[in-house]
């Protein structure tokens, strides 16, 4: 499968400046997010970044593992690739790594996201016009959403935190810096179309009001702070929805922003995205089946991924998908059973083949390496027939033996 990745703010208004980095963040940095410097000014974290895990957190961010295994290439727009490999933020090493390798077998496609939008400049007004004036179907996915984001970087942060209290240095931004307060859990583009700190904290207030209560979503002050926000977060949303169109491949965004996808396909008769399904089920056959199998790191998914049966795993994945298995406990237990046969049914069989080729040892000179070669060839091809139903699971746990033998 070939998916585009997003590029993180990407489509917002107003984003573009002559050397490719939002004007938002350059000249006003929303207040609610960490920031990295570079040079005379400050920018996000996570502007015009690929999505990360919100399942494997520790002090770094993490690569979706869940989804890159279903990925024999991504598409990624050229800029974020090149921000990412050559001089990415410490938090974001890990992801940083696993690109480059990835690039480097000729798994990432890169492609200028700009050009699109602004050849389709014109659409995008027209799809943002459109959503506006329905505001109240936005006003779930918008704290979904938000409630998302809270949570991955609350405990993001409290890891962060634990692991190096001791030198009280605050992870991301610094020790000339102190912990931010808890605005910065708010997701970055809740302020995106603020210029100034203290009016994004009046429409952080606003908004929280306004999800808060029917009652005061009538009111003008609060419609205008909630119909701001949207307009950050549906215009990303629309550039993504529209690059995915005109690359004619599906995409992945960060998890947090699922819910505004949800209602646009549920919009055009669509009740589930099939990428996001696929990584679901992925997620649930590392989570809830064989956990031990899990892809963690980048030697890992790169064994996976160039090894024959990843095949058989997606086919497997895709079953799930469309609601032909569950990825539960039974299904591991089933899985078990039927290996376990096979591996006995595998033994009975070398046995039997090496009674039947004992004569062919007694042949003089020959007898004993003709014997060997026989029993060898005879029984690998019967035990690959014997084996081939379960290859992915045979894949996953050779790739988690070497893994734990250190040779991964």
């Known amino acids: 499968m070939k998916l585009m990745l997003t590029s993180f703010g990407i489509g917002q208004p107003d984003s573009s400046?002559?050397?490719?980095?939002?004007?938002l963040h350059l000249d006003h940095p929303p207040p609610d997010t960490h920031r990295v410097t570079h040079g005379s000014y400050q920018e996000s974290l996570f502007h015009r970044m690929p999505p990360v895990s919100f399942s494997l957190i520790n002090e770094w961010f993490m690569p979706d593992y869940e989804l890159l295994v279903l990925c024999d290439q991504v598409v990624m727009d050229g800029s974020s690739f090149e921000r990412l490999v050559n001089r990415p933020a410490s938090p974001y090493s890990k992801v940083a790594d696993t690109f480059q390798a990835l690039g480097a077998e000729g798994r990432v496609e890169l492609v200028d996201f700009a050009p699109i939008l602004q050849s389709n400049s014109q659409l995008l007004s027209k799809m943002l016009d459109h959503d506006l004036k329905l505001l109240d179907q936005w006003v779930e996915p918008l704290r979904v959403s938000l409630n998302t984001w809270a949570t991955f970087m609350r405990n993001f942060r409290?890891?962060?935190?634990?692991?190096?209290?001791?030198?009280?240095?605050?992870?991301?931004?610094?020790?000339?810096?102190?912990?931010?307060?808890?605005?910065?859990?708010?997701?970055?583009?809740?302020?995106?179309?603020?210029?100034?700190?203290?009016?994004?904290?009046?429409?952080?207030?606003?908004?929280?009001e306004a999800l808060g209560s029917s009652e005061k979503r009538k009111r003008r002050e609060h419609r205008e702070a909630l119909r701001e926000v949207l307009r950050a977060y549906l215009s990303y949303v629309n550039a993504n929805l529209v690059l995915s169109s005109e690359l004619e491949i599906g995409f992945h965004d960060w998890l947090d922003f699922t819910p505004f996808?949800?209602?646009?396909?549920?919009?055009?008769?669509?009740?589930?995205?099939?990428?996001?399904?696929?990584?679901?089920?992925?997620?649930?056959?590392?989570?809830?089946?064989?956990?031990?199998?899990?892809?963690?790191?980048?030697?890992?998914?790169?064994?996976?991924?160039?090894?024959?049966?990843?095949?058989?795993?997606r086919r497997l994945v895709a079953d799930a998908a469309s609601g032909k298995v569950d990825f539960d406990l039974e299904f591991a237990r089933s899985v078990l059973t039927e290996v376990f046969q096979g591996e006995r049914r595998a033994r009975r069989v070398r046995n039997i083949i090496g009674y039947l080729t004992l004569p062919i040892g007694f042949i003089p000179w020959i007898g004993?390496?003709?014997?060997?070669?026989?029993?060898?060839?005879?029984?690998?091809?019967?035990?690959?027939?014997?084996?081939?139903?379960?290859?992915?699971?045979?894949?996953?746990?050779?790739?988690?033996?070497?893994?734990?033998?250190?040779?991964?």
């Open 368 to 408: 004993t390496p003709a014997q060997k070669f026989i029993d060898e060839a005879v029984g690998s091809t019967i035990e690959k027939r014997i084996k081939r139903e379960h290859r992915w699971f045979y894949m996953l746990s050779d790739i988690a033996g070497r893994h734990d033998n250190g040779t991964c």
């Open 261 to 313: 996808y949800s209602t646009k396909f549920l919009s055009v008769g669509k009740l589930t995205d099939p990428v996001q399904e696929s990584r679901k089920q992925v997620e649930e056959l590392f989570t809830l089946s064989f956990p031990d199998f899990a892809v963690h790191d980048t030697s890992a998914l790169l064994k996976a991924l160039n090894d024959k049966r990843i095949e058989e795993l």
């Open 158 to 208: 409290q890891l962060m935190f634990e692991d190096r209290k001791q030198s009280h240095v605050h992870p991301l931004e610094g020790d000339e810096h102190t912990p931010r307060s808890h605005m910065m859990l708010m997701h970055e583009m809740f302020h995106a179309a603020n210029t100034a700190e203290v009016q994004g904290e009046y429409v952080s207030f606003m908004v929280a």
């Open 17 to 23: 400046t002559s050397d490719g980095y939002s004007r």
